[in-house]
């Protein structure tokens, strides 16, 4: 399972998404694509973060879109039911307002298990990644090292792609964008690094 | 407001961004030409699916000035990974442009087995930085046929440079039948310092426990 990095969502609610805000048109909303579900705890994870350290979570409409090639992964985390060791990130009132318990583990409430967009795809496929626009953020960890080069590229071409203008791109911090693409700015932040689509408001 | 599954990016689709579906090359290539760089670079995405592509691509290279595109040339001619392409990026070593002969010595260490035979002109190449970008790349061809041509390179190679990285490359692949090459270059009378350096250090790692000072 992947662990949170909690100084990657630090980074996100401390750093990042005000810089995303400021340069969208009023009215904008926020969107955020973070692979893989790890699981299925993952986009939770990053949901209620943002939810909980993000002072403007609530004035802004934001999606959470959350991908994985495994279906299995997708039917775990569209159920939302998850062991209390999966869910340690958590403050014991963060868990509490956040699930609810069942049986020996806990379910995400029901605004989380509708409010995450859920979706299968292949980060390396040309076609089916073409659906993925517009986002402002994207989590993508631990899944570039493991393709062979040609591969890598190729999916590093489909983050840029995917990206506006300006939005930012989250890696393991163990991972480099080195290696796959030289078109994004890297972003150095207190809490940690991010990749940067360069745009009209940061070239 | 908050967390929502209602799409929240309102911003309209550009006529290029619109297909969900792979198109065929016909239009493709009559894109590459397209003055907007967003537009050539899903053409070149799309491209990357047809072999016959592969020619307009290496042409268009010559030709792209926006980074982005020529990054997804670059990424597109590595997928479709030909012996066609191979030969593209090695006149492309010839460039003026820096960025151009640098990811295409990157693309050739990336298809080894495409690369080898042209490795052999490379390394004999009158121009130095093109027998240096061969050493570069032979250091991802398979150690077998990398062996005889990097010995054949340390026999004859005058410029400093290229035999210094001819030398570290020898190191690296380990193997004791380039011990002798690399003695004859410690031999030399007048071996420049770095070169007589990096010999040392290559006899290291190919005899660590009696290199020769």
Not at chain 2, 170 to 187: K, Y
């Amino acid at each position: 399972m992947i662990q949170p990095h909690n100084l990657l969502y630090q980074c996100l609610v401390a750093s990042v998404l005000d810089e995303v805000m400021a340069t969208k048109p009023p009215g904008d909303g926020l969107r955020v694509w973070t692979m893989p579900l790890a699981g299925g705890v993952e986009p939770y994870l990053l949901t209620i973060f943002i939810l909980e350290h993000w002072p403007r979570a609530q004035a802004v409409a934001f999606n959470v879109v959350a991908s994985d090639r495994d279906p299995q992964a997708l039917a775990r985390a569209g159920e939302g039911w998850f062991q209390e060791n999966e869910l340690a990130f958590l403050s014991t009132d963060m868990r509490q307002r956040h699930f609810q318990q069942e049986r020996d583990g806990w379910r995400a409430s029901k605004a989380l298990r509708e409010g995450l967009h859920l979706t299968g795809v292949e980060l390396t496929d040309p076609v089916a990644t073409k659906a993925f626009r517009g986002m402002d953020v994207i989590f993508c960890q631990q899944m570039l090292p493991a393709l062979a080069t040609p591969l890598r590229r190729r999916a590093a071409g489909h983050l840029f792609d995917a990206l506006n203008p300006g939005g930012f791109l989250f890696l393991h911090p163990a991972e480099s964008m080195a290696q796959s693409s030289a078109l994004f700015r890297v972003r150095h932040f207190p809490e940690g690094l991010a990749y940067q689509k360069p745009g009209p408001c940061c070239p | 407001m908050g967390l929502t599954r209602q799409d929240v990016w309102k911003r309209p689709v550009a006529e290029g961004e619109r297909r969900t579906a792979l198109r065929g090359p016909g239009g493709l290539l009559d894109q590459l030409e397209d003055p907007q760089p967003q537009v050539r670079r899903w053409s070149v995405r799309d491209l990357a699916n047809f072999p016959e592509a592969t020619r307009p691509l290496l042409d268009r290279l010559h030709r792209e000035t926006d980074p982005v595109v020529q990054e997804a040339i670059f990424s597109a001619l590595l997928l479709l990974g030909s012996q066609q392409v191979a030969t593209g990026m090695v006149s492309l070593l010839q460039s003026d442009d820096i960025g151009l002969r640098n990811n295409a010595c990157l693309l050739l260490q990336e298809m080894p087995a495409f690369a080898l035979p042209l490795l052999p002109a490379l390394l004999q190449d009158p121009d130095p930085l093109i027998r240096l970008f061969g050493v570069r790349i032979l250091d991802h061809v398979p150690a077998a046929a990398a062996l005889p041509l990097l010995a054949n390179l340390i026999d004859r190679e005058s410029h400093d440079s290229v035999l210094m990285a001819a030398v570290a490359v020898a190191g690296q692949l380990g193997d004791a039948t380039l011990l002798s090459h690399i003695q004859a270059v410690m031999d030399k009378p007048g071996v420049e310092p770095g070169v007589l350096f990096a010999a040392r250090q290559a006899m290291e790692h190919l005899n660590p426990h009696d290199s020769t000072p």
